[in-house]
């Protein structure tokens, strides 16, 4: 890790966002499913998106083609949660490891955006 | 030292009851660990709009309450993905707050992960943390820390949030 400057630092890690639909949430516990996640993957996992019918999540230093691997069994783990319920449509919809982008490179950009918006 | 302090958390997900709400009783527990005789009320979550979040924090402001913490919203994913939660506690304190101090952390592919503020609202003071337990505990101790230091070098406190931030990351 290393910082642009004082107040906006860059974090040098890599993760791989998952995407799960075909649950119901209701009344979940984040920090349980969390620790469910890691158990199973045995890495650093951060629920970032939760709706009533799909999950998003970052898991870190694991790449696209071992989650996919392992989609049974992290559907297995997500289904043990207290508030979480599979539908039949149970499923990994969607794995994306990030890209790297060249943070030298970078247009400006106005106060309070996402940088990751200069380049779309 | 504040004697009257609210918690603010946000998000769709908290206000539908769809993912419970872990990190208010653990702010709770810190601002009580700096001071056990103040008031502090947590209460029911808003929704991820601007005009909801300044209403209720300049609400609670003229109710009395000189310590507001927001829980959530601090990152700028909902860009990207319509299914991630609306980020939106930050812009709402940039619009609002003086003597503003804030720090953000970016991912390698460009995307803000969290944006910390901190800055004061009249005599009351305002920070957000961050929605997951992980990240929202280390940045309330850490504020907890360094406000019990000096509450008025709000630099510093930032500084030393972010450091908390950062450090859930591995650095």
Same mark, same amino acid.
């Given at each position: 890790m290393n910082g642009a400057d004082d107040n906006k630092v860059i974090v040098q890690v890599d993760k791989t966002v998952v995407k799960i639909t075909g649950v119901d949430v209701k009344g979940l516990n984040i920090q349980e499913l969390e620790s469910l996640l890691k158990d199973k993957l045995k890495s650093m996992v951060r629920i970032i998106g939760v709706t009533g019918s799909s999950l998003e999540m970052d898991v870190y230093g694991i790449e696209e083609e071992d989650v996919l691997k392992e989609e049974n069994g992290i559907i297995k783990a997500v289904a043990l949660a207290d508030g979480i319920t599979l539908t039949?449509?149970?499923?990994?919809s969607s794995v994306n490891k990030i890209k790297t982008v060249d943070i030298n490179d970078v247009p400006s950009y106005s106060e309070g955006q996402c940088m990751k918006e200069r380049w779309l | 030292m504040f004697t009257k302090a609210m918690i603010i958390p946000t998000g769709d997900e908290l206000a539908a009851g769809?993912? &419970? *709400?872990? *990190?208010a009783p653990e702010i709770m527990k810190n601002l009580l660990a700096i001071n056990g005789s103040a008031e502090v009320v947590r209460i029911a979550p808003v929704i991820d709009k601007e005009e909801a979040i300044v209403s209720k924090i300049k609400e609670s402001a003229a109710n009395g309450y000189d310590l507001i913490v927001l829980i959530g919203?601090? #990152?700028?994913g909902h860009r990207f993905s319509t299914? &991630? #939660?609306? *980020?939106?506690t930050h812009s709402s304190l940039d619009m609002i707050l003086s003597d503003k101090q804030e720090g953000a952390l970016y991912g390698k592919n460009g995307h803000m992960w969290s944006k910390l503020v901190i800055g004061k609202l009249g005599d009351t003071l305002v920070f957000n943390v961050p929605g997951p337990y992980e990240e929202a505990t280390a940045t309330i101790k850490a504020f907890k820390d360094s406000y019990k230091k000096d509450s008025h070098n709000l630099e510093e406190i930032n500084k030393s949030m972010l450091e908390a931030l950062k450090a859930k990351y591995g650095a």
């Amino acid at each position: 890790m290393n910082g642009a400057d004082d107040n906006k630092v860059i974090v040098q890690v890599d993760k791989t966002v998952v995407k799960i639909t075909g649950v119901d949430v209701k009344g979940l516990n984040i920090q349980e499913l969390e620790s469910l996640l890691k158990d199973k993957l045995k890495s650093m996992v951060r629920i970032i998106g939760v709706t009533g019918s799909s999950l998003e999540m970052d898991v870190y230093g694991i790449e696209e083609e071992d989650v996919l691997k392992e989609e049974n069994g992290i559907i297995k783990a997500v289904a043990l949660a207290d508030g979480i319920t599979l539908t039949d449509l149970a499923q990994i919809s969607s794995v994306n490891k990030i890209k790297t982008v060249d943070i030298n490179d970078v247009p400006s950009y106005s106060e309070g955006q996402c940088m990751k918006e200069r380049w779309l | 030292m504040f004697t009257k302090a609210m918690i603010i958390p946000t998000g769709d997900e908290l206000a539908a009851g769809i993912v &419970l *709400d872990t *990190d208010a009783p653990e702010i709770m527990k810190n601002l009580l660990a700096i001071n056990g005789s103040a008031e502090v009320v947590r209460i029911a979550p808003v929704i991820d709009k601007e005009e909801a979040i300044v209403s209720k924090i300049k609400e609670s402001a003229a109710n009395g309450y000189d310590l507001i913490v927001l829980i959530g919203g601090s #990152g700028g994913g909902h860009r990207f993905s319509t299914t &991630l #939660g609306k *980020d939106y506690t930050h812009s709402s304190l940039d619009m609002i707050l003086s003597d503003k101090q804030e720090g953000a952390l970016y991912g390698k592919n460009g995307h803000m992960w969290s944006k910390l503020v901190i800055g004061k609202l009249g005599d009351t003071l305002v920070f957000n943390v961050p929605g997951p337990y992980e990240e929202a505990t280390a940045t309330i101790k850490a504020f907890k820390d360094s406000y019990k230091k000096d509450s008025h070098n709000l630099e510093e406190i930032n500084k030393s949030m972010l450091e908390a931030l950062k450090a859930k990351y591995g650095a």
